[in-house]
């Protein structure tokens, strides 16, 4: 199948956003479509880096640039705050033996050469601890203060914690979620474990490779953006960083056989086409498009430009959805 080439057209205020990602940018672009978009995805700090580079070379709406920049500083103090906060639970954390594994936001806020550097939007701090040690870190918590929110237990966490002077909860798991953990062959490989130093803690983080399949099950598989059709482009932001900047880190060999199955090989090709289509991001070395990977990247194309048609599709998604609850719960009566 001949791949799309071609730079997608800027008819949608996602499209808009994607191409400010992309260093190109139409000079009548409706700015303020563009930031409520980004604050809708949470990429409001990614797109004031990508902004402030583009207005070295163009004419650039300085009001843009100065609340762009007051809100990168402010998520930059946030990032430092939590970033504090998560070395304090670590450090106590060691002193009982355990070294926990950071996900997700807290990966890229331990790696960033300052706290207020990274730029993602974090809405917690996801550490993780070995099932056995679940009693010793509940205590640990209790002591630093922290308290649990109810109605925050599933089978992978034990729950989100709390303490009223911080500035973001930690949430607590014991492994992955189910679907993403499931999907995952070879997760305890010690060579895609990484032990890293905070300041007075040190805890461990998944290497690239490792992170983009998490990262990538999370979004499709966990939160079903693969059956939904939902697009977060924070999370295809996060996989361009690690394409474009650590492609000498990732091992795109282990990646592809992470994605055995049918659901997670569709879920990588729609990740990879997205980003190819909004933010030209060049597929890597191995990769094989479908037609029906082809079909779903029209759909969620259309989704962005219809609110029609993403009505639609959403109805009958909840529909299908609705009626596989119905099944499985007369199957497991």
Known sequence: MTEDTTVPEISTSFAALASCFRGDFSPNIDWLVVLATANEHLVAPQLYASVRELAKQREVDRELLSYLAELTDANGDRNHRLYL??????AALNAKGIIPVLLKGAVP??????????LRIL???DIMVRREELGATRETLSELGYQVFSDSHYAHSPGSYYRDDCVGAIDLHTELPGQTWAKITDPASPERLRKVSIDKGCAITPDPSFFFVINLFHDQIHDRGDLKGVTHIRYLLELRD?????????????IFSQCQSFRARLALEQQLRMMHHYLAVP?????KGSALGWILLQRRVLKEKSGFFERLDASAINTFLAVRRVLRSLTEA
């Open 85 to 90: 906060q998560l070395d304090e639970v670590v």
């Open 109 to 118: 806020l331990v790696n960033a050469s300052q706290p207020s550097d990274c």
């Open 123 to 125: 809405r917690d701090l």
């Open 242 to 254: 690690l394409v474009l900047h650590q492609s000498n880190l990732l091992d795109w060999p282990w």
């Open 283 to 287: 597929y890597p070395a191995g990769y």
